[in-house]
């Protein structure tokens, strides 16, 4: 069996590609995998380093600019579009995959469409409740769309072939424990807030959670984990600024980045994050209440239908960023870990969305389409 995998751009196209091909390599070893990704995006180091073998195509999105540079990318974005599906071409005839497989980002595009008109099945994985523009297109001609979420079939034409999928999460993730997470991290009875805006930091969350932490810090009510990113090196001052020194306080954990999220999250009382899919995944799975910031600044405004979708559930609580304040969100806060009844209501309906089967789904999915 040879698969191909399209998909880039962001770690939320890439890891779920990871993971699946992972688990079908370990239940079937004998499969070919090859991936397809975009020169310079994040697959170039993250493919290679998961042990895979990778081609490369060029491709970029339209700018919405009406300047001299935005005009200049649109007019090499046009000629990527044709010199990408010649070179998609290339690569399918010499790998002469069985299925095609893609999880979204410019460069699945013109792979899928590629393989499509030369035969060849093909299947996508929409990781978000509001599916991308390339995975709207790709669906007319796939032979199955793959969702994270129920949400997000209303979405897709109704001739789709859909199937809920779930996202892949890492099998630390779906093992992880509160107690031995507790005891490992050192933390005590008290609620343990686990706040982060990704590996370079969300700058909003940043300067919004520093009055929680300086707080804490001062009372001592909350023990909390906090990661402020590559470019928030300046939050620990920030706190300082707010009166708590935070190397003073055995109850605050702050980091850059936080490299043990199993742990971490499996520990927490309660989250605070934004809402990229896979990370909502892993909170369903571990059943974590949450308060979800979605980012603005992502197509679709995906993140924010992503949180919604755990609102509608009575799973999390939302704030959007044109809404967040240091005072809404400790209040958000505050109102929820003194109530162990909302809590838990959110936890039990958080993990009654969660799916810990996704890549075994997804490969059910890939060998059933192969079978027809």
Known sequence: MKILFAGGGTAGHINPALAVAGYIKEKAPDTEILFVGNRGGMEENLVPKAGFDMEFISISGFSRSISIKGLKHNAKTVKRTFTSSREAKRIINE???????????????????TAAKMGIPTVIHEQNAYPGVTNKMLAKSAKRVMLAVKAADKHFNKKSNLVVTGNPVRGEIITADKASAREKLGVDDRPLVLSFGGSLGADEINRNVAGLIARSGQDKAYQHIHAYGKFGKWFPDLVKEKGTDIDECDNLDIREYIDNMADCMAAADLVISRAGAITLSEIQVLGKPAVLIP???????????????????????????????????????????????????????SKHMAITDANERIFSVIKQVLKR
């Open 95 to 113: 790998f002469k995959p069985d299925i095609c497989v893609g999880t979204g980002g410019y460069v699945s595009g013109p792979v899928l469409r």
């Open 295 to 349: 980012s603005p600044n992502v197509a679709e405004n995906h993140q924010y239908h992503n949180a919604m979708a755990l609102v509608n559930a009575g799973a999390a609580e939302i704030i959007e960023e044109k809404d967040l304040t240091e005072e809404l969100l400790i209040e958000k806060v505050d109102s929820l870990l003194k109530n162990p009844k909302r809590l838990s209501y959110f936890s039990a309906n």
